[in-house]
T-cell receptor
Framework: GEDVEQSLFLSVREGDSSVINCTYTDSSSTYLYWYKQEPGAGLQLLTYIFSNMDMKQDQRLTVLLNKKDKHLSLRIADTQTGDSAIYFCAGVTGANNLFFGTGTRLTVIP | DGGITQSPKYLFRKEGQNVTLSCEQNLNHDAMYWYRQDPGQGLRLIYYSQIVNDFQKGDIAEGYSVSREKKESFPLTVTSAQKNPTAFYLC?????????????FGQGTRLTVV
């Protein structure tokens, strides 16, 4: 089965950059995703990257993909208190279902 | 407004009772999913349905059952056979196979066994 690892916690100061990392074992996923979960709520798709890309930038978000090392990262520039949430990386299984990482709880300190 | 709705938001159940969680979507999506979320474990797939009247077991289906009689609805029953049912349950839907589109999530139902 798929195994996706993330650090459980990350704290940053407001205005700094945040980098959330993800390592995975199954490299067959066509897309890789980053989802955001605010407290007591469902998940919201933040961004995604196609597996043949190395980088994707979307306003304050930068996604980096290193397929050789099976490493995905999400950088949030100028982190704000509203960015405090749990962030999940996700890929797609052979059965067309999402598999999720353990989630990283980002805390932004004012 | 289109969306996916889970109800209730909070649910309490006595041990030995079955309970059904509701999930409704008006996005005209073919596929629907149920996930369970526990702290530090991410989301685990319970059941999924790619089309009406068809559903498949996910990674942790034991103690759960589903039905998909209508495109809009995918209720999840947590049976008394589920050994540790206290968790946050998330329902999701997608227009088709996940690899060509995003999944939309409901707001979740927190189930507590008392």
């Amino acid at each position: 089965g798929e195994d996706v690892e993330q650090s459980l916690f990350l704290s940053v100061r407001e205005g700094d950059s945040s980098v959330i990392n993800c390592t995975y074992t199954d490299s067959s996923s066509t897309y890789l995703y980053w989802y955001k979960q605010e407290p007591g709520a469902g998940l919201q798709l933040l961004t995604y990257i196609f597996s043949n890309m190395d980088m994707k930038q979307d306003q304050r978000l930068t996604v980096l993909l290193n397929k050789k090392d099976k490493h995905l990262s999400l950088r949030i520039a100028d982190t704000q208190t509203g960015d405090s949430a749990i962030y999940f990386c996700a890929g797609v299984t052979g059965a067309n279902n999402l598999f999720f990482g353990t989630g990283t709880r980002l805390t932004v300190i004012p | 407004d289109g969306g996916i709705t889970q109800s209730p938001k909070y649910l309490f159940r006595k041990e030995g009772q079955n309970v059904t969680l509701s999930c409704e979507q008006n996005l005209n999506h073919d596929a629907m999913y149920w996930y369970r979320q526990d702290p530090g474990q991410g989301l685990r797939l319970i059941y999924y349905s790619q089309i009406v009247n068809d559903f498949q077991k996910g990674d942790i289906a034991e103690g759960y059952s589903v039905s998909r009689e209508k495109k809009e609805s995918f209720p999840l029953t947590v049976t008394s056979a589920q050994k540790n049912p206290t968790a946050f349950y998330l329902c999701a839907s997608s227009i088709g196979p996940i690899n060509i589109g995003e999944a939309f999530f409901g707001q979740g139902t927190r189930l507590t066994v008392v």
